[in-house]
Structures are given as C-alpha cells and as structure tokens.
C-alpha cells in the first residue's frame, strides 16, 4: 500500500492542480468507491455540486481536500487507488471510479482503482491538538515529517508497548505515515531486528529507528516515492523511483550494503520483512 511519501508526492499534486478552484459536478461510476460514505452516491455528489477546494492535506497516509462549505474530502488509495489530473477529452481510464469537472472548465481530477480497495468519503473536521482532521481519522497519531510531531512522546510511547519493533512502528495510532516498506528501511538504517521486543529498547534505540524512519521516507519524497508497478503514481501518472535505493525490503538474496551478507526475508504478518542477518541479528529468545 502506499505510504507517507506516496501519499504525500499525491497530496501536493493535489494542491498545485486542484485547490482554490470549484467543483462543477461530481459523478460516480462505481458505488464500492464511496462505499464509506453512508448516505449514498446522490448524497455524495449532490454536496459537493458548487463547492469550492480550499486545500489538499495530509495525515500519515491519509489525505483530504479542505473544502469551502467546512468538510473535507477524505481520500484512502488502498492496494491501487490513484486521484488523477486529467485534461478533459482524456478517453476514460479502464478502472475509472469517480470524476470530478471543475468550473474553469480546466483539467478534471479522477479517481481510478484496480482493485477497488480505496475509497472517498465526506467528513466533518474536527479538531485534534490543534488542527483540523477528518473526524473519521481523529485516531491516526502525527507522523515524523509532521512540524508537530512529538518525537519524545513518540519514543516513551513505542517503548511502553510490548510488542516487537516493527508491529509498533506499523502502528498508525502510535506514529503514522510508516509502512512495511519503510520500517524494514528504519531497521536496517538502525541495526535492529524487527522482532526486537520494544520494552527492550533503549531511549537511544527507540530515537534512532524514528529517526531513520523520518529519513528515510524524506529521501523517498525526493524520487517521488517507491513505485515497484504501474499502480503507485503521482497525479500525472508518474512513478517515483526510490526502489532503486532501497537497503533491505525487496532485496532478499542481494548482498547487504554495509556488509556484504545476503538479505533474508522473513514471513510477517501474511507479508514478509527484509533484513541483514549480521547487522540485525535477531534477538535472544528469553529463558525462564
């Protein structure tokens, strides 16, 4: 799924092509796209008929459009959700889901999703230490590029859970934005195995692997993020490029950067987690 450098490289497309200007007419084609909308699809196009975009946001991998009349326009891409900006007489896309035309008569925005894992939604904003969110997602924690993020706060709390690193780190109430993607890249950058029990970390440790999580995922916004299909795309259809730089996750059997020892995939969480066998040793199995 796409994670904060993903989501982010969308947003701020989103807001270079579609804020300050008004929707003329929203249509959805495929009713699963706006299934977390209750009311239904009248409902959903109906109140966003006139409305002026204020602006596009993010919250971990989360984003929402800020709109005029005080809701917001709350966005999950899923497995392959993309929000397109598309020059009007572009032949619709295969998996076209919801259109919207705007009054300038300018380049509409689509939504298009393979797998139909995504969806929109209208939200009501509410406000969550200090700023405004989706209500829907007054649960998901700042993540590590936010301004705000309290990175002290952050490491007391992944320490006082008791799980393994990665579960926490994975953890979009605890710090969000990070996906498995980008804690296998935080652990291999921090030396540490993704099975490490967090009530075992140090302060320094549980600093480090935040730290090289905010990194990391600063220098995949950079190459527009990691892209591995055709699915994970800007709004101009674009691949980021970052999987060229990847450490560890994808990368098993290749040798290890620092070292020179073959990256092992371990199974996760019906995923996998990469990792350099020497440089992540795993963690002793506790004795009673």
Not at 36 to 46: L, N
Not at 112 to 132: I, K, N, P, W, Y
Not at 150 to 166: I, P
Request: aromatic letters at 6%; hydrophobic letters at 40%; one cysteine or more.
């Amino acid at each position: 799924m796409p994670e904060l450098p993903e989501v982010e490289t969308v947003r701020a497309g989103l807001e270079r092509h579609v804020a300050g200007r008004v929707i003329a007419s929203a249509e959805v084609l495929h009713p699963r796209a706006i299934r977390r909308h209750v009311p239904g699809v009248e409902d959903f196009t109906g109140r966003l008929c006139g409305v002026k975009i204020e602006a596009a946001r993010r919250r971990g991998k989360y984003l929402w459009l800020d709109l005029a009349d005080g809701e917001a326009m709350l966005a999950h891409l899923g497995m392959s959700g993309q929000l397109l900006v598309q020059p009007e007489d572009t032949p619709a896309e295969k998996h076209l889901r919801a259109r919207f035309r705007f009054a300038d008569g300018g380049p509409e925005l689509r939504f298009v999703d393979q797998r139909t894992f995504g969806g929109l939604a209208l939200a009501e904003l509410v406000e969550v230490d200090g700023t405004a969110v989706p209500n829907t997602i007054a649960h998901i924690a700042r993540d590590p590029m936010d301004p705000l993020f309290d990175a002290a706060l952050a490491v007391r709390l992944l320490r006082a859970k008791r799980t393994e690193v990665k579960r926490a780190l994975l953890d979009q109430t605890l710090v969000s934005g990070v996906g498995n993607i980008y804690a296998d890249e935080a652990l291999w950058r921090s030396r540490l195995h993704w099975a490490r029990p967090t009530e075992r970390l140090t302060a320094k440790q549980a600093q480090a692997v935040l730290s090289a999580a905010a990194e990391v995922m600063a220098e995949a916004l950079v190459a527009g993020g990691t892209s591995f299909d055709a699915l994970y795309v800007n709004v101009n259809g674009q691949s980021g490029y970052f999987d060229r730089s990847l450490d560890a996750y994808g990368r098993v059997g290749e040798p290890c950067r620092r070292c020179g020892t073959p990256i092992r995939r371990d199974p996760f969480m019906n995923r996998s987690s990469f990792s350099c066998p020497r440089c992540q040793p795993k963690p002793r199995t506790r004795t009673r």
